[in-house]
């Protein structure tokens, strides 16, 4: 799969990301779509190297899918923790 499908994969991956990435999401669209990027990015590089896999079946595989949306969520909950915003931080503040 080229690059440029996974950064469409990774996209839509960062989108589905947010919506199952618990709580209110402090971050914009772009952050959520470049986190997305990297995250399937990731997620394909972790599946080929650690689980040997022979790279990524195609854009319609559902391993592919499973692997960016996962790549995607992890690095969307690393960047809460890192920014340290959370939806009760924004709560009980004013």
Do not use: E
């Not at 650690?50 to 854009?59: A, C, M, P, W, Y």
């Amino acid at each position: 799969m080229g690059i440029i499908a996974w950064i469409i994969l990774g996209l839509v991956a960062g989108a589905v990301a947010r919506m199952l990435v618990p709580g209110k999401d402090p971050q914009g669209l772009i952050i959520t779509f470049v986190l997305g990027v990297a995250g399937a990015l990731l997620g394909g590089f972790v599946a080929t190297q650690v689980f040997h896999l022979s790279g990524i079946q195609g854009f319609f595989d559902l391993s592919t899918w499973l692997c960016a949306i996962v790549g995607a969520a992890v690095l969307l909950l690393a960047y809460q923790l890192i920014t340290g915003r959370h939806s009760d931080d924004r709560a009980g503040r004013r």
